[in-house]
């Protein structure tokens, strides 16, 4: 059995790259992939299309049993 979790506006305009940035928001989002990335039953993307409104993001993961 397995489910998927979406995450909408995770990459921030690459601002979860940048170590110096604090906000509480970018911070957030570093520590979900961070946990994600130690969970062996997560498999786990981030996404960041561009069209006619710009920039945006969003993260997929598959929780497996």
């Known amino acids: 059995m397995s489910r ?10 690459e601002s ?9 928001d970018v911070t957030g989002i570093r520590k ?3 946990l994600a990335s130690f969970d062996p ?8 299309p561009v ?4 920039w945006d993001s969003f993260s997929i ?3 497996t049993a």
């Open 16 to 24: 979860i790259a940048d170590e110096n940035i604090s906000d509480p």
């Open 32 to 34: 979900y992939f961070e």
């Open 4 to 13: 998927t979790d979406f995450r909408p506006h995770v990459i921030f305009a």
């Open 51 to 54: 069209g006619a409104k710009g």
């Open 41 to 48: 039953r997560l498999d786990s993307t981030a996404i960041q």
């Open 61 to 63: 993961t598959l929780v």
